[in-house]
């Protein structure tokens, strides 16, 4: 049975289910009622997707052939069990269980199904006309597919989300724009929509009619408005509500199509962060203080105030590394001609850390594609990403990048034939049979690999450990590197923290600020005869309070400095006029990091 009032999304089987037939057995046939009803659930707002024990490629080409492919999202096509595959999509696609109808002519699947998502509603094939009906007696119309096109964004984000080490830089890196409006009678459809389909993100879940709503915007003392979001992957129009009295929310709900985002947050801190009584259940907190750094980046008033010539290419920047690379690109007001290569989680969900090592950047030019393959083939925990090799493909003025990596992973060769591979911290060795009992248990485990022990004895049956590159190999590296760029590409090197951090916990970080200084001199003393430019955080370094949490982290006005001195490098290189964030805004950071235990002190609760 089935509540078709509450449908937002139909999860289809399809042997013997869309389809009659098996795939893998030959051909299907599909019944033309059943396209037309994916065609009508998408025309009335109603999203479609798949999970199917069957072949992708095979299902894909299908699907094409009926020229339906693009009417699916988020679909699950393989041979797993389909109980934790539908509870990960549902969860994917941020909905919940009871708005989600799932189809299967196994009552099996549909059981175990239920099993993970007990409030999952789901059907056998036999009902399928009842839904065709209510289908077109529905009046909802979304003949501009947009609810399609919102979850056709967010499944494009969530691939590419898996390329960032967290999901703060993957946040960064989006261009999160909000913008905001008053003319709420116009809008008076969506926001009634808002008012009663939202659950997850509606923070008091007052129902009101648009007859109320309508009186509600009349009322002087009501301050209501609407926000509208965009960012790189696309417009998600209008996706928040508010109405605000004698300092109270009355209304505060939002789609959540924007989950994670942080838009709610940075609506509630634009809006003074007034009186809030939370109604329910809801998934996301309001109690941080901070205004999320990663919506409305801050930019010049006009495009030519950023960049000098309309000449200046978009890509002519290369910020290539770890996380304190990462950490100054906020600071950076507008990153228009910069491009970005820093630590992330590939498809596997392991973390590849090493992308900015100076031995993979040499190895990316110097393997062959086949001798980069056989590593890729013999280690499972390495990623193509490693070889990339756009540092010298692409046209740029400026590279960037940081020694923390080479202070810190350990690096590995091939017995037979010397291909050389960084990962994971280099001080306990992955080919030492002492240490593999902590990898397996994952004590050791930075990376999310999960070590067994046949993966590790054919690794050390196969490669060497060869060390930590000392300064002398990294300088190496670096000129190797500079002679293999464009004649008139910069490199420049981020040097490693020299300062000692008292509060350290890590027994591989104890002496490693005398480490740092030792590569930080070996560099030093190159950089003129490679043609070096140096970007060294140890001039902002005063004392303990200069860290944050960790001997490579530090607070927010190092970064800002660091981020004006990249800022000066780039300007100069390029011939493009950007800045650092304005001063007033970093002056405003520094003023809630005072104020905030002031603040919780005084307000103990931050929302009622």
Request: glycine content about 6%; some cysteine; charged content about 25%.
């Amino acid at each position: 049975m089935y509540d078709f009032e509450k449908i937002k999304l139909v999860i289809w089987d399809l042997d013997e289910t869309f389809w009659e037939g098996v795939l893998s057995e030959g051909e299907v046939d599909v019944p033309a009622e059943n396209i037309q009803l994916i065609k009508k659930l998408t025309d009335v707002g109603i999203i479609n997707s798949i999970c199917s024990k069957n072949d992708y490629e095979k299902v894909q080409k299908k699907m094409i052939e009926l020229g339906i492919w693009d009417y699916f999202v988020f679909s699950s096509i393989d041979w797993n069990p389909k109980g934790g595959r539908i509870q990960q999509l549902i969860s994917d696609m941020q909905l919940r269980p009871v708005n989600v109808l799932f189809v299967d002519d196994n009552s099996s699947n549909l059981e175990e199904a239920k099993f993970f998502c007990p409030e999952l509603m789901t059907i056998l094939p036999d009902e399928l006309p009842d839904l065709f009906e209510d289908a077109f007696a529905c009046n909802k119309n979304d003949a501009e597919h947009k609810r399609l096109h919102q979850y056709q964004l967010l499944e494009k984000k969530r691939q590419q989300r898996g390329k960032f080490a967290s999901n703060e830089q993957f946040l960064y890196s989006s261009n999160i724009r909000v913008s905001w409006g008053t003319d709420c009678i116009k809008n008076i459809d969506r926001i009634h929509d808002l008012v009663w389909r939202s659950n997850q993100l509606n923070f008091t879940k007052i129902r009101s009619t648009k007859e109320e709503l309508m009186e509600l915007f009349s009322k002087d003392e009501c301050k209501c408005g609407y926000v509208s979001v965009e960012d790189n992957f696309g417009d998600y129009g209008i996706v928040g509500f508010y109405a605000l009295r004698n300092n109270e929310l009355l209304h505060f709900c939002f789609s959540c199509r924007t989950l994670g985002m942080g838009i709610e947050q940075y609506v509630y801190s634009k809006l003074g962060r007034p009186d809030l009584n939370i109604n329910g259940e809801v998934i996301s907190s309001l109690e941080s203080n901070e205004t999320p750094g990663w919506i409305n980046q801050e930019k010049s008033d006009t495009e030519s105030a950023l960049l000098k010539v309309q000449s200046v290419s978009s890509h002519s920047v290369l910020i290539k590394g770890p996380c304190d690379l990462f950490q100054i690109l906020p600071y950076i007001a507008d990153k228009s001609i910069i491009d970005t290569e820093f630590t992330y989680v590939n498809n596997n969900g392991v973390t590849i850390e090493s992308t900015g090592h100076t031995t993979h950047i040499v190895e990316a030019f110097r393997l062959s594609k086949q001798e980069q393959q056989r590593v890729l083939d013999e280690v499972p925990f390495a990623d193509e990403g490693i070889y990339n090799n756009n540092i010298y493909k692409g046209r740029y003025k400026l590279v960037i990048i940081s020694i923390l990596q080479d202070a810190n992973l350990g690096v590995y060769r091939r017995k037979e034939t010397g291909e050389r591979i960084a990962f994971l911290e280099g001080y306990h060795p992955i080919t030492e049979r002492k240490n593999w009992d902590a990898y397996i248990s994952g004590e050791y485990n930075s990376a999310s690999f999960q070590f067994t022990m046949e993966c590790l004895e054919e690794f050390a049956e196969k490669y060497e450990f060869v060390g930590i590159n000392t300064p002398e190999q990294i300088v190496e590296n670096l000129q190797f590197i500079k002679e293999h760029l464009p004649d008139d590409c910069v490199l420049a090197v981020m040097l490693g923290g020299e300062l000692y951090y008292e509060k350290n916990i890590f027994p591989a970080y104890e002496n490693r600020h005398l480490v740092h200084k030792e590569i930080n001199d070996a560099i030093r003393g190159a950089a003129d005869r490679i043609g070096l430019k140096l970007i060294d955080v140890n001039k902002y370094l005063i004392d303990q309070s200069s860290f944050y949490d960790h001997f490579n982290h530090y607070i927010k006005p190092v970064y800002y400095r660091l981020a004006g001195d990249i800022v000066t490098l780039i300007n100069e290189q390029t011939g493009a006029t950007l800045r650092e964030t304005s001063k007033l805004k970093m002056a405003q950071v520094r003023l809630k990091e005072c104020l905030a235990p002031m603040y919780y002190k005084i307000r103990k609760k931050v929302v009622r």
